[in-house]
């Protein structure tokens, strides 16, 4: 089993949609989480990091559930400029694991 | 400042050769790590240094090989290359394992 598990996807929503991404992890003594988003071609950019009480920036909300160890991801009112993959983000003993991301693309 | 920076950006090897991917931070960053991503399989670590003089293994080291001499500087050497080393490789700082990471464009290398 992964360390940190994704569904692969794709998600294709329509503009304006709301979608919500899950990741699971194995680790339950996992200190740190992160979302990324990555473009096509390009490295991964910190997309937000998870707190414990969950936390918000625009459109995006993210959540940690560490008794059932997984983070969420939502996204409000979809652009047509958040299409990319979203990885999550996982630290460990001294290392950060990563999902195998999500593909998300957003039509007009 | 430049960030993370990596080089070459595209690189083809024949099999059996070797080569070292370099990867440098002005970040003064304690924490350096590459990963290579492959379709499907998403972001898996090779090997991780936690500062200067200090590297250990990730999840798939085998076939590489690491040094931190200074803390700017993080080369990955492939010591054969095979066909399976085919791949996008990413190396990434932060300030310690448990803060995000900054990445690099990345490096593409194909082994025929």
């Known amino acids: 089993r992964k360390e940190v598990e994704q569904d692969p996807g794709p998600f294709n929503v329509p503009e304006g949609a709301t979608v919500a991404f899950n990741c699971t992890y194995s680790n339950s003594a996992s200190q740190s989480f992160f979302w990324y988003r990555q473009d096509c071609r390009k490295e991964p950019k910190l997309l937000m990091s998870?707190?414990?009480s969950g936390n918000e920036d625009g459109r995006f909300t993210a959540q940690l559930n560490r008794a059932s160890q997984y983070i969420s991801l939502l996204i409000r009112d979809s652009k047509l400029s958040d299409s990319a993959t979203y990885l999550c983000a996982v630290t460990g003993n001294n290392d950060m694991r990563f999902g195998a991301g999500t593909r998300l693309t957003v039509k007009p | 400042n430049a960030g993370v920076t990596q080089t070459p950006k595209f690189q083809v090897l024949k099999t059996g050769q070797s080569m070292t991917l370099q990867c440098a931070q002005d970040m003064n960053h304690e924490y350096m790590s590459w990963y290579r991503q492959d379709p499907g399989m998403g972001l898996r670590l090779i090997h991780y240094s936690v500062g200067a003089g200090i590297t250990d293994q990730g999840e798939v080291p085998n076939g590489y090989n690491v040094s931190r001499s200074t803390t700017e500087d993080f080369p990955l050497r492939l010591l054969s290359a095979a066909p399976s080393q085919t791949s996008v490789y990413f190396c990434a700082t932060s300030w310690s394992s448990y803060n995000e990471q900054f990445f690099g464009p990345g490096t593409r290398l194909t082994v025929l």
């Open positions: 998870v707190y414990s």
